[in-house]
């Protein structure tokens, strides 16, 4: 079955510290991979994504992700937090190939940042 | 600007009525997706549109209903029979190429039953 693990429910950093989120897939082949960011009671952004190409992917905000196809993985880093990256971030993977564009997330991981 | 609105914000309602949803978008996308959100379990998706006047369940279908009468709008109803409504609920576009593509987010919408 297709799905999308962030084993990290929860994660408290540093300001000023690195950050790196992890996010696992399982899917019958290659998809496409997005990261998102939602603050409490909004809706959701892209950061970024992985279509194909560098497997080291730049986005928003200072973010960054790699693609490890051997691993399945699509980690988020950051190497210095801001307060205001506190949030809920979610991957998703989608079908390089019809199923409608939909997206399957994870179940999302929160960011606490203390100063 | 081109966006998404979801309206209202915040929406009560009591047991037993059905409450319908607005999504609009004017991004010119072909297709529109609602989603609902509970704590610890992410985005699951209610129902899913590719062209006017077509849908598609998702995951979690059952005591939901949709119309798709215009590229522009995807109301999402509640009904009397989805036992467990109050949630935050996600309307969200994308122009799917061959394969999946960025989806777009509307603020949402917390429906909450009294």
């Known amino acids: 079955a297709q799905s999308v693990t962030q084993p990290d429910i929860h994660i408290t950093v540093s300001e000023g510290a690195s950050l790196e989120l992890r996010c696992n897939y399982s899917y019958g082949a290659t998809p496409y991979l997005f990261w998102y960011v939602q603050s409490p009671g909004q809706g959701l952004q892209l950061l970024l994504k992985y279509f194909s190409g560098d497997t080291l992917v730049q986005g928003i905000k200072g973010f960054e992700a790699e693609f490890k196809r051997s691993q399945s993985s699509f980690n988020l880093r950051k190497p210095s937090v801001h307060w205001s990256d506190a949030a809920e971030y979610f991957c998703?993977?989608?079908?390089?190939?019809?199923?409608?564009?939909?997206?399957?997330f994870g179940q999302g991981t929160e960011l606490s940042v203390k100063p | 600007d081109g966006g998404i609105t979801q309206s209202p914000k915040y929406l009560f309602r009591k047991e037993g009525q059905n409450v319908t949803l607005s999504c609009e978008q004017n991004?010119?996308?072909?297709?529109m997706y609602w989603y609902r959100q509970d704590p610890g379990q992410g985005l699951r998706l209610i129902y899913y549109s590719q062209i006017v006047n077509d849908f598609q369940k998702g995951d979690i279908a059952e005591g939901y209903s949709v119309s798709r009468e215009k590229k522009e709008s995807f109301p999402l109803t509640v009904t009397s029979a989805q036992k467990n409504p109050t949630a935050f609920y996600l309307c969200a576009s994308s122009t799917p190429g061959r394969g999946a593509d960025t989806q777009y987010f509307g603020p949402g919408t917390r429906l909450t039953v009294l």
């Open positions: 998703a993977v989608g079908a390089r190939y019809n199923q409608g564009g939909k997206l399957i």
């Open positions: 991004l010119n996308h072909d297709a």
